[in-house]
């Protein structure tokens, strides 16, 4: 069993910054991809930012050269620093994990619970 425990969210405004992370504990035996999502309202999920194993990142074309994604292999944990934050980015953030239990390297994804981030205008 694998937990996601996010953390940082909340109000800030327009032009602010905020840091928002993620920890993954539990039965870990390696981690592949870890990214942030985002659900605006009305609006269908859609993928923030993401960072491989190797380290390549990839950012959607709205938060490019704003937000930042990185990782702590040692903490299993992500991290998604925002800056210039728009009134546009307010929404629910999720964590999400590809990694494999054991050296079968077999993969499962995981979610996690979501954490608000509202920007005041």
């Known amino acids: 069993q694998v937990q996601l425990v996010e953390s940082g969210g909340g109000l800030v405004q327009a032009g602010g910054s905020l840091r928002l992370s993620c920890a993954a504990s539990?039965?870990?035996?390696?981690?592949?991809?870890m990214a942030w999502y985002r659900q605006i309202p009305g609006k269908q999920r859609e993928l923030v930012a993401s960072v491989s194993s190797g380290g390549n990142t990839n950012y959607a074309g709205s938060v490019e050269g704003r937000f930042t994604i990185s990782r702590d292999d040692a903490k299993n944990t992500v991290f998604l620093q925002m800056n210039s934050v728009k009134s546009e980015d307010t929404g629910v953030y999720y964590c999400y994990v590809i990694l494999s239990y054991d050296k079968s390297l077999r993969t499962y994804q995981w979610w996690g619970q979501g954490t608000q981030v509202t920007v005041s205008s």
């Open positions: 539990g039965t870990i035996f390696s981690v592949n991809l």
